[in-house]
Nanobody
Framework: VKLVESGGGLVQPGGSLRLSCAVSSFTFSKSVLLWYRQAPGKERELVAT?????????YYVDSVKGRFTISRDNAKNTGYLQMNSLKPEDTAVYYC??????WGQGTQVTVSS
């Protein structure tokens, strides 16, 4: 059982990226999905959450509200984080998390001109 994040990269300020989180677990559709990020020298920060069915109000940290959108496709055991209007302060390693499943390696997002 594992998580694999992908979709990170180098993007200019104002650009967009879509992160994916592939989860190899039959319990994915019954689990909350969370996205975290960790910038150099800082603690890991919760960025967004979505319920198992995606049918309730999602949570976003204030700094990304209106710019990031969390979603999921339970048929594909995959979660997503659409990131628009990216800023240099969004630079971090991004991790997805599902309860009782170990952390993945994360995917690096760098926002720079």
């Amino acid at each position: 059982v594992k998580l694999v994040e992908s979709g990170g990269g180098l993007v200019q300020p104002g650009g967009s990226l879509r992160l994916s989180c592939a989860v190899s677990s039959f319990t994915f559709s019954k689990s909350v999905l969370l996205w975290y990020r960790q910038a150099p020298g800082k603690e890991r920060e919760l960025v967004a959450t979505i319920t198992s069915a995606g049918d309730s109000t999602n949570y976003y940290v204030d700094s990304v509200k209106g710019r990031f959108t969390i979603s999921r496709d339970n048929a594909k055991n995959t979660g997503y984080l659409q990131m628009n209007s990216l800023k240099p302060e969004d630079t971090a390693v991004y991790y997805c998390k599902v309860p009782f499943i170990n952390w993945g390696q994360g995917t690096q997002v760098t926002v720079s001109s």
